[in-house]
């Protein structure tokens, strides 16, 4: 079974000229036309779904063309993966501290900020936590 370009479209909640793009990079591959409309099988959709996943978590499309194999089944490098979820982590870590610190500055009861020991001290050593402050 096909499925049209618009109805690609409507499904992946992608513009037609994202799909275009798409498979212009090679990121995904139009199997037939009925006249001038691509018809993509739908396994397509899955494909979309994974780049879209794939451009949530920082890939670029050169790096999500280089795991995605042009045709075949799916097969993702749980290296990269892995890789990109330790980024995802650290970058949690950080926006943690990050919030715990903001929260802080908002609570802190001192008159000024610049008077407050806790802060003055996060400000000295960033790497700190609050609990650590």
């Not at 993509?40 to 879209?52: T, Y």
């Not at 996943?53 to 045709?71: H, K, R």
Request: net charge positive; proline share 4%.
């Amino acid at each position: 079974m096909f499925l049209d370009i618009s109805e690609v479209s409507q499904r992946s909640g992608m513009a037609a000229s994202t799909l275009r793009y798409y498979e212009k990079r090679g990121l995904i591959e139009a199997l037939a036309r009925k006249g001038i409309r691509r018809q993509f099988e739908a396994s397509v959709l899955d494909r979309l779904s994974i780049i879209r996943l794939a451009q949530t978590a920082g890939f670029s499309l050169d790096e999500i063309q280089e795991m995605l194999p042009g045709t075949g089944p799916i097969d993702l490098s749980r290296d990269k993966l892995r890789g990109r979820a330790n980024e995802i982590d650290a970058q949690i870590a950080e926006l943690s501290r990050l919030s715990a610190l903001l929260r802080h500055i908002a609570k802190c009861s001192a008159p000024h900020h610049s008077s407050c020991p806790k802060f003055r001290k996060l400000l000295d050593d960033p790497s700190q936590t609050v609990g650590d402050a």
